[in-house]
């Protein structure tokens, strides 16, 4: 297992603080006490399908109601609520129409340079309404794709839910990634249209957007695309092309505001979104439209414990899962008021998060760890200046977090009276897996707890036995569940090899495993350790090594790279490569500036070592396998320790270290 985690197995064992909820918050909540919890999760546990399936009639509201709940006969393939006819969209608008809801704020969005922009639910339909007839008006219909490359405007969440709205699955890649990450996307999905912005604001700059999808679809390189939608945002000059681009403004203003939601089967898909995996390129995670809509749904009622006059914040870009589950479509399915902010603190500002919610009245925060730890290190006086009395609940998502950071986060921001939700889940989960639910779990700073009701998740050995208590292990969920992801598009092969292929117990059964280690304390706390696979955790964002690796050695000065994660105190983890040249070039500042920037071009941004080794060889296994293990403790200084006797040449690794 690799080391690269935030949380030390000497920090989490010390671990001994227990923060129980507050009486005033758990006489109020929904599920108020651990009891409550308990009986939940056992009545789950013992029959998935009837929990889920009234949990489904209760919750979403059906064309047409479902005949199964679940259809678990050829798995890893899972089919839930089939029979249904239902549509996210309306479930997350359609259906607060109808009483006072409708006059209330479902979205507020901040902009980067200060504008405001708020819609009420019955705002928020009738732009859904318009963009939906627009798709349609350009021949965007049930089953196409729609890639959506945006900056973070009310656009993006718009356009989301008139996908929805009409069948039509949405792609949605992070505005941060390069045109070639895009073009990749675009293809892999065979994307019929993309909607985009002419630019969007970053930290004070404007980034343009419109030019990288013209690059991306540059000498045909995307055939399947046929059209492309542009939001005005920045001002900036982009190029039209004639027959294919046109403006959301011109194109949507004049639609009719009402449009039918389409009546889509539970198992119909919803979305494609990406995500990074130890092998190869990053794999379009397919999640279906019934499940989805009810695990965020569930998920975040619960965790949150949402009331209707709560302002809820979650600081995730809508290009990642986070901002999908719950900027999105798990806030609005509950018909909660839901922030949206294009912005991020930056030096100019470092006091914008706090600024916002002073002045929104921000009554739920929900963020990552990295962010948390860069507010730390700037000190407590910066926050201090705000009034944040109106922060209730707190919570964190992305990566693991430290105690201490934990600990700041509650005293600092939340002024020791707000309960931390740590939630762990993933891409492929849909939603929340593991979290404290505030009204019911004692907390402990570092943990995230218990798994939530119908989630029968473990920490098993390399056979799938559970491990004993404190000793770490794989962490699997051995049952499915509504939200999980339904395949890998176009390659179910590598769905069932990457997740339910890993580990095989001998009773045949097939149980969930991507890529985390954790333990499990003697109160049956999880502690997420990290990624145990070729996958590094940056900020919260996912990058496989081998993307990064491939990125590499696609420049003409690199023969080989190896890509590990180094702990970072701020990111988590950051990004070592270690790189040797072709014959004749020679390591210099310049190389590597243009190596740098050259992956951000492949990549994105973000995918960008934070250290480059030139070296003129690379610890190998006598088969030739790079010895990852070895890398990864040169970078982060430590001492190699383990079996070193399979190396082919043992110079290599004396020269490394000098
Ligand atoms: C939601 C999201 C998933 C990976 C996952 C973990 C790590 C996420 C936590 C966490 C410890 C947490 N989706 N992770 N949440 N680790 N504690 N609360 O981040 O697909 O982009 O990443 O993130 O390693 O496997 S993701």
């Not at 397919?286 to 979650?314: K, P």
């Not at 580990?503 to 149980?511: A, V």
């Amino acid at each position: 297992m690799s080391s690269d985690n935030t949380n030390t197995i000497e920090s989490v064992l010390q671990e001994e603080r227990i923060f129980p909820p507050s009486v005033d918050l758990a006489s109020k909540a929904r599920i108020n006490s651990l009891d409550t919890y308990q009986r939940m999760f056992n009545e789950a546990n013992r029959d998935l399908e009837t929990f889920w399936g009234e949990a489904a009639r209760k919750e979403l509201q059906w064309f047409e109601p479902f005949s199964k709940v679940l259809d678990w006969t050829t798995p890893p393939f899972a089919r839930w609520f089939e029979g249904g006819k239902t549509n996210i969209s309306s479930n997350c608008l359609d259906r607060h129409l109808d009483g006072p809801r409708a006059d209330k704020t479902a979205l507020i969005w901040e902009g980067e340079p200060g504008d405001v922009r708020r819609f009420t639910y019955r705002e928020l339909h009738q732009e859904v309404c318009r963009a939906a007839n627009a798709l349609k008006a350009i021949g965007i219909g049930k089953g196409d794709l729609v890639a959506l490359y945006m900056p973070m405007v009310p656009e993006a969440a718009i356009a989301m839910l008139a996908c929805a709205r009409i069948g039509a699955p949405h792609s949605v890649v992070f505005g941060g990634f390069s045109a070639e990450a895009l073009r990749d996307r675009l293809i892999d999905g065979e994307a019929k249209a993309v909607i985009t912005a002419d630019g969007g604001f970053r930290k004070d700059k404007a980034i343009p957007l419109k030019s990288a999808v013209d690059q991306a679809l540059g000498e045909s390189a995307c055939p399947s695309v046929t059209t492309v939608l542009v939001v005005k945002r920045t001002n900036e000059s982009v190029s039209m092309e004639a027959g294919r681009d046109y403006w959301w403004h011109e194109l949507v203003a004049n639609q009719n505001t009402d449009c039918v939601a389409e009546p889509m089967d539970s198992e119909d898909r919803l979305f494609v979104l990406y995500t990074s995996g130890s092998t190869g390129k990053p794999k379009g995670v397919v999640h279906t439209t019934a499940g989805y809509n009810l695990w965020t749904h569930l998920t975040f009622q619960w965790i949150f414990d949402i009331r209707e006059d709560d302002v809820y914040w979650c600081t995730a870009d809508v290009g990642w899962i986070t901002g999908h589950s719950y900027i999105v479509y798990g806030p609005l399915s509950n018909g909660a008021t839901t922030v949206m902010y294009e912005g991020a603190p930056r030096p100019s500002n470092p006091g914008a998060f706090w600024e916002l919610i002073q002045k929104h009245g921000i009554t739920i925060f929900y963020t990552a760890p990295t962010a948390i730890r860069a507010f730390m290190k700037s000190g407590r006086s910066v926050p201090d200046n705000y009034d944040m009395t109106s922060l209730r609940l707190l919570g964190t998502v992305g990566e693991p977090i430290n105690p201490e950071a934990w600990m700041w986060y509650r005293e600092v921001i939340g002024g020791g009276r707000c309960p931390i939700v740590d939630t762990w889940w993933q891409t492929e989960t849909g939603g929340v897996m593991i979290s404290p639910l505030p009204g019911a779990t004692p907390t402990k700073p570092g943990s995230a707890t218990l798994p939530l009701p119908g989630v029968d998740a473990d920490v098993v050995d390399s056979e799938g036995n559970s491990v004993s208590v404190d000793e770490g292990g794989y962490l699997v969920v051995r049952k499915p569940w509504p939200g999980m992801m339904r395949t890998v598009h176009g390659n179910p092969k590598r769905f069932r090899e990457s997740y339910w292929e890993f580990l095989r117990p001998s009773d045949g059964s097939f149980i969930y495993f991507a890529g985390d280690g954790a333990r499990k304390d003697v109160d049956g706390y999880f502690w997420i350790m990290g990624r145990v696979d070729d996958v590094i955790n940056v900020s919260g964002h996912r990058l496989g090594t081998m993307e990064v690796e491939s990125a590499l050695v696609s420049h003409p000065a690199v023969s080989e790279a190896a890509v590990v994660g180094r702990p970072d105190d701020l990111k988590g983890e950051a990004i070592v490569a270690f790189v040797t040249l072709e014959n004749k070039r020679v390591a210099s500042e310049s190389l590597l500036k243009d190596l740098r920037s050259h992956v951000g071009q492949e990549i994105g941004p973000i995918a960008r070592p934070d250290e480059i080794r030139f070296s003129e060889a690379l610890p190998k296994t006598r088969s030739g396998k790079i010895m990852r293990r070895i890398l990864r403790a040169l970078a982060s200084g430590e001492e190699v320790s383990g079996d070193t006797s399979t190396l082919e040449d043992r110079s290599v690794l004396d020269r490394l270290r000098a």
